[in-house]
């Protein structure tokens, strides 16, 4: 184990300190949404109590407060994922606004009948049926990369898909179903080398390790508040400039518009162009606040601390002879196992019994299960605030569940 105070961590997040089913709560279901830390909960809370008002165009101080708030909120974010400017930053509702945002936007205009998408077999639905939908409409298919045997992308299938009909690429930098972390950076060189652009889906990868838009190279980067720490109902979509500049908006309403007549209306700047309506204030206050407390940890400990807590569960899992349905060479997170002769449901259940939260099912990711052969897992997955107890516990529950099912 490493020198990182989890304890302290722990601390900080109240919903942990509590019981569930008489049996102290043992969280292992962050890939769904992370709990949040007190910070969050009193950001959104002096928000309301203090600041409440709309934002932009107002001549009162509480209005000029939560503008404050909510562009300094913008700012924080761009520096924490090293974006050139704060106007790449597009507040939407999530990961999966933000990919739907693109699709409908850049894929509007930059898909010709014949163009293809490449998207990985590892997607999230919501890296998929966006870019279905878009395809449906301008006569461009969507074309999976496959994995290895072992649950990475396979590079070379890849690279010999890639040819200059790409225009496209959107794959997720960890994958939420089995924790495949991508090569990003050799993915978006491959895919430049062809003049595609690549979406990187990064809910799942926030919270995990430091992301720099920059270094990465990509041209859209999509994450949501809920998964490291903030709200749910915010999200972000980074853009490259050039190419946000030349999108048309996604939604039309107020704050979008320079001027409106019925003879023709003109369009804001960036990246107001990109947010009709009223924002979610209060939710881009409390991401900003929780990407503030992920900054201050010390992200190599919090990495290495995950990693541990992984090898622990890989370890523990093989001597139970639990399956786990793929063994990607690099993983963030995730433990996507099966109980040989048990539904994944039942297992899932009985942990619950135990105070032992999990997800179970297809994780969002119907083609991948497909691809694997099974009809879904049980995912613990791993954060910041999990300890060996928590491991302890969840082993200690999983012979209980094999006694009892099989
Ligand atoms: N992409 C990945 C990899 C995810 O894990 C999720 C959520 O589970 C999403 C996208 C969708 O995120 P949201 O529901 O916050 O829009």
Known sequence: MTSYDVEAVRRDFPILQQLVHDQPLVYLDSAATTQKPRV??????????????????????????ATTGFENARKRIAQFINSPKPEQIIWTRGTTESINLVAASYGRVALQP?????????????????????????????????LDNRGDLDLDAYAALLDERVKIVAVNQVSNALGTVNPIKSIVQSAHAVGAKVLVDGAQAIAHFPVDVQDLNCDFYAFSGHKAFGPTGIGVLWGRESLLEQMPPYQGGGEMIESVSFSGT???QLPYKFEAG??????AIGMAAAIEYLGNLDRAAVQAHEAALLAECIERGEEMGLRRVASPRHAAGIYSFLLPGAHPSDVGTILDQQGVAVRTGHHCAQPLMAYLGVPGTVRASL????????????????????????
């Open 40 to 65: 969050v909960i009193d950001a959104l809370s002096q928000y309301y109590l203090q600041d409440n008002s709309n934002v932009h165009r107002a001549a009162h101080a509480l209005a000029d407060r």
């Open 114 to 146: 014949g163009d293809k998408i490449l998207v990985s077999t590892l997607e999230h639905h919501s890296n998929i049926v966006p870019w279905q939908l878009i395809a449906a409409e301008r006569g461009a298919t969507v074309i999976p990369i496959p």
């Open 266 to 268: 003109t369009f804001n």
């Open 278 to 283: 009223t924002p979610d204030i209060a939710g």
């Open 383 to 406: 954060s910041i605030y999990n300890n060996h107890e928590d491991i302890d516990r969840f082993f200690n529950a999983m012979a209980k569940v094999k006694k009892f099912l099989l």
